[in-house]
């Protein structure tokens, strides 16, 4: 089976631009159309032009009103546009529609995502789960991407046609539409087999690092994420001021101090109005996100709609079941020029979101000092006896708490000290004596 590329590919290609806003959309069209141009311009398109209409609700037929079609065709011819591209999603009845009466290709925004998702797709697993959406998105619309739907005709029809069918291919006849869903259904199947099998691989990946505390970077794309990464882990992940810039996850080893470190992944940035064809392929690749201690949400704090990036992230957090995990909110870009207000504005929404820079590490001590009081867990108090001849328990307690008393008795030490709860495994495989955890009433010490 051989796919018309040319109606699902716009590189290189001049797009008009067509934002319908309906009642229930958050952003104005203005907004609208810079964030599908900043799409369009990823994908490889020259944006010749825009056109924007709000409506109370689409129109069945093809989205807009039958006029506002005949401007938009006019208005693609006066600008050499060979494409359009709405900011909705479309049915495929009325993409057909629209291109019959604009006499251009017309695209809807998941077919642009999609589109921008396959070019970016370096490795293996991410070209597969990218295909898979894609067939899954392309399926219902297939009646427009073949021009070729005549019937491959059966012994009955007689002729040349019949012959090259030969011996056993008699019969009524098989559309090739008919023939092109068949063979999408088991490539479909065998995609879906095939990551299946990566996320029980990349599970298995993931819960090898249980022992270990996990973080995972999420947010809007271009916020700042793989910057972040590099400023934190030392590591040299790809960045670019483009939309989607990285598809696939990394992980890398984050020391936080001298004795503690933990596993830092940076996922596939989000959008708003994520196909969710995409969120489900990509399963796999948000698996680190999925299992992760610790959430760490980017949101770039020099954008003037932040917050509409902030719900769309939470969304789609919400779609793959993170929406109860443990979350630090982290205003990237404060370095940037004239957005005070911005980011007082976020300051009051968010008090315990954390304003920094990951372009120049302004601010990045209070992130390390967030993510280490949550990694450590509550902080206790404690009370360690031990033989003074085990060195490795004082040692411990220095180098991972605060000692605030230390007693000594015949050939046995007593030491008072706050220790992170996260810690108490590790001190209790070091064998002391005793181990209590003081509350602030006597009588309930707890032993462990």
């Given at each position: 089976?051989?796919?018309?590329?040319?109606?699902?590919?716009?590189?290189?290609?001049?797009?008009?631009?067509?934002?319908?806003?309906?009642?229930?959309?958050?952003l104005?069209?203005?907004?609208?159309?810079?964030?599908?141009?900043?799409?369009?311009?990823?994908?490889?398109?020259?944006?010749?032009?825009?056109?924007r209409?709000?409506?109370?609700?689409?129109?069945?037929?093809?989205?807009?009103?039958?006029?506002?079609?005949?401007?938009?065709?006019?208005?693609?011819?006066?600008?050499?546009?060979?494409?359009?591209?709405?900011?909705?999603?479309?049915?495929?009845?009325?993409?057909?529609?629209?291109?019959?009466?604009?006499?251009?290709?017309?695209?809807?925004?998941?077919?642009?995502?999609?589109?921008?998702?396959?070019?970016?797709?370096?490795?293996?697993?991410?070209?597969?789960?990218?295909?898979?959406?894609?067939?899954?998105?392309?399926?219902?619309?297939?009646?427009?991407?073949?021009?070729?739907?005549?019937?491959?005709v059966?012994?009955?029809?007689?002729?040349?046609?019949?012959?090259?069918?030969?011996?056993?291919?008699?019969?009524?006849?098989?559309s090739?539409?008919?023939?092109?869903?068949?063979?999408?259904n088991?490539?479909?199947?065998?995609?879906?087999?095939?990551?299946?099998?990566?996320?029980?691989?990349?599970?298995?990946?993931?819960?090898?690092?249980?022992?270990h505390?996990?973080?995972?970077?999420?947010?809007?794309?271009?916020?700042?994420?793989?910057?972040?990464?590099?400023?934190?882990?030392?590591?040299?992940?790809?960045v670019?001021?483009?939309?989607?810039?990285?598809?696939?996850?990394?992980?890398?080893?984050?020391?936080?101090?001298?004795?503690?470190s933990?596993?830092?992944?940076?996922?596939?940035?989000?959008?708003?109005?994520?196909?969710?064809h995409?969120?489900?392929?990509?399963?796999?690749?948000l698996?680190?996100?999925?299992?992760?201690?610790?959430?760490?949400?980017?949101?770039?704090?020099?954008?003037?709609?932040?917050?509409?990036?902030?719900?769309?992230?939470?969304?789609?957090?919400?779609?793959?079941?993170?929406?109860?995990?443990?979350?630090?909110?982290i205003?990237?870009?404060i370095?940037?020029?004239?957005?005070?207000s911005?980011?007082?504005?976020?300051?009051?929404?968010?008090?315990?979101?954390?304003?920094?820079?990951?372009?120049?590490?302004l601010?990045?001590?209070?992130?390390?000092?967030?993510?280490?009081?949550?990694f450590?867990?509550?902080?206790?108090?404690?009370?360690?006896?031990?033989?003074q001849?085990?060195?490795?328990?004082?040692?411990?307690?220095?180098?991972?708490?605060?000692?605030?008393?230390?007693?000594?008795?015949?050939?046995?030490?007593?030491?008072e000290?706050?220790?992170?709860?996260?810690?108490?495994?590790?001190?209790?495989?070091?064998?002391?004596?005793?181990?209590?955890?003081?509350?602030?009433?006597?009588?309930?010490?707890?032993?462990?």
């Open positions: 089976m051989k796919i018309d590329q040319s109606n699902i590919r716009p590189t290189g290609e001049t797009a008009l631009l067509v934002s319908v806003i309906l009642p229930d959309n958050p104005d069209s203005t907004e609208s159309l810079a964030e599908l141009e900043s799409l369009a311009n990823a994908a490889g398109a020259n944006v010749v032009g825009t056109v209409q709000k409506r109370k609700r689409p129109h069945p037929a093809q989205y807009v009103g039958k006029g506002k079609a005949d401007e938009i065709g006019q208005r693609a011819q006066q600008h050499g546009a060979n494409v359009i591209i709405f900011d909705n999603d479309l049915s495929p009845a009325q993409i057909r529609e629209l291109e019959k009466i604009t006499q251009k290709k017309v695209l809807d925004r998941s077919e642009l995502i999609l589109d921008i998702f396959a070019a970016r797709a370096q490795t293996a697993e991410a070209r597969l789960q990218v295909e898979l959406a894609q067939l899954e998105y392309t399926y219902p619309r297939l009646t427009r991407m073949w021009t070729h739907l005549d019937t491959v059966g012994g009955a029809a007689g002729g040349a046609a019949a012959a090259v069918g030969g011996i056993g291919t008699r019969g009524p006849g098989e090739q539409l008919e023939i092109d869903r068949r063979l999408v088991k490539r479909i199947a065998a995609l879906r087999r095939q990551i299946q099998e990566i996320d029980r691989r990349k599970k298995r990946e993931v819960n090898s690092r249980r022992k505390f996990t973080l995972s970077l999420v947010g809007y794309t271009n916020a700042g994420k793989s910057t972040l990464m590099n400023l934190l882990t030392g590591s040299q992940t790809y670019a001021d483009k939309l989607f810039a990285t598809l696939d996850t990394k992980t890398a080893r984050w020391k936080l101090s001298q004795h503690n933990v596993l830092l992944s940076d996922t596939v940035g989000f959008v708003r109005d994520l196909p969710h995409l969120v489900a392929s990509f399963r796999a690749t698996e680190e996100a999925i299992h992760a201690d610790l959430l760490l949400h980017v949101v770039d704090g020099s954008y003037p709609q932040a917050q509409l990036q902030i719900d769309a992230v939470n969304q789609v957090l919400s779609e793959m079941g993170c929406d109860q995990k443990d979350v630090i909110l205003l990237n870009k370095d940037k020029k004239g957005i005070r911005q980011r007082e504005m976020l300051a009051t929404i968010y008090p315990d979101a954390i304003a920094l820079s990951a372009r120049c590490g601010g990045v001590d209070k992130l390390v000092e967030t993510v280490t009081d949550r450590m867990g509550a902080n206790l108090h404690v009370r360690v006896t031990c033989l001849k085990n060195g490795r328990i004082p040692s411990f307690l220095r180098a991972h708490g605060t000692v605030v008393a230390e007693n000594y008795q015949d050939s046995q030490m007593v030491l000290a706050h220790l992170g709860e996260r810690l108490l495994p590790e001190l209790r495989r070091l064998k002391p004596m005793s181990c209590e955890i003081l509350t602030s009433h006597p009588q309930q010490q707890t032993t462990i």
